[in-house]
């Protein structure tokens, strides 16, 4: 392995960032998400791109959150320029036209739970331990914490892990909706390799129309989202991966997208 601070490795479309900081839990510094933000606009890139995984290097942290050392001493303008760096690089996860699976193999505080936010799905192994720990450090997120966390768990649950800056374990992330799934910490690896194959097998532009679909869809009133599925929807009719979807069916085989 490089000694990156995010490692790339590829396996048939399939692309494994790892965050790779272990000595400090992988908390993420401007170095590594200058790294991240360089290695998301190569992967925007890529025609033969089918589903990213993302972790932290070592077996015991994700993230635990954004480099409280480097932080400390800022001026307004900086932590201006800190989260806007750290929002730029998530969003840009976010925005990739592909699943994206965060692999959450322990501490996902902060930064890292706003992270894991961004991404498409959430696996986690059952020691995991997630949380928004910011107001006792004097701080709200700022990495999209206060905007993605309620839509994803809601506003009331929001506040109250916002506001407590309370851990809770994988079961609880699981209930609330913050991950998808859990498995035991020996089968994460398997698990996770498994799922980004079964992402893989579905049809990209299906994939890709549902990420938009959802994310703006998300920003916008009903009616004018309802408009942009059937604007969507529609379009697919003109392509090849719509007729071997349902070509496949009808013929009564597997599509081959
Ligand atoms: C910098 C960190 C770090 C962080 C851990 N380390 N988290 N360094 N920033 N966020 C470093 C420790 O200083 C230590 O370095 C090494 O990693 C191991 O951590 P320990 O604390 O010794 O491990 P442990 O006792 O097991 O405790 C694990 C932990 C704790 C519970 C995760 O490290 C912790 O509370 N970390 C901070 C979590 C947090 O508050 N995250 C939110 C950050 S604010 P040394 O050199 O001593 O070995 C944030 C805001 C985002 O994310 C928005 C910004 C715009």
Redesign the pocket.
């Known amino acids: 392995m490089s000694d990156k601070l995010v490692q790339v490795t590829e396996n048939t479309g399939v692309v494994r960032l790892t965050l790779n900081r272990p000595?400090?839990?992988n908390?993420?510094n401007s170095a590594l998400l200058k790294e991240l933000n360089e290695v998301l606009i190569d992967l925007e890139g890529r025609k033969n791109l089918r589903a990213v995984l993302i972790t932290g290097a070592g077996k015991?942290?994700f993230v635990?959150?954004?480099?409280?050392?480097?932080?400390r001493d800022k001026t307004p303008d900086e932590?201006r320029a800190?989260?806007g760096q750290?929002l730029a690089t998530v969003k840009r996860l976010e925005q990739l036209p592909v699943p994206v699976v965060a692999m959450v193999n322990g501490?996902c505080?902060?930064?890292?739970c706003?992270l894991a936010l961004a991404c498409d799905w959430a696996i986690a192994s059952d020691n995991a331990?997630f949380g928004q720990?910011?107001v006792?450090?004097g701080?709200i997120?700022?990495?999209g914490?206060t905007q993605r966390l309620p839509r994803r768990v809601g506003p009331a649950m929001a506040l109250d892990l916002i506001i407590t800056g309370r851990k809770i374990d994988a079961a609880e992330a699981l209930r609330i909706g913050l991950v998808n799934r859990v498995v035991p910490v020996g089968k994460l690896e398997v698990a996770a390799a498994e799922l980004t194959q079964q992402f893989v097998m579905n049809g990209r532009q299906a994939i890709r129309d549902a990420k938009r679909a959802i994310h703006d869809g998300m920003k916008q009133d009903l009616d004018s989202a309802l408009a942009l599925e059937t604007s969507l929807f529609a379009q697919e009719f003109a392509s090849e991966e719509q007729r071997e979807g349902m070509g496949a069916f009808v013929e009564k085989r597997k599509p081959n997208f």
Request: charged fraction near 15%; avoid cysteine; charge should be negative.
């Open positions: 000595e400090a839990l908390a993420l015991k942290s635990a959150g954004a480099d409280i050392s480097e932080m932590a800190f989260a750290a501490y505080l902060g930064g890292g706003e331990i720990p910011e006792n450090l701080v997120p700022g990495f914490g």
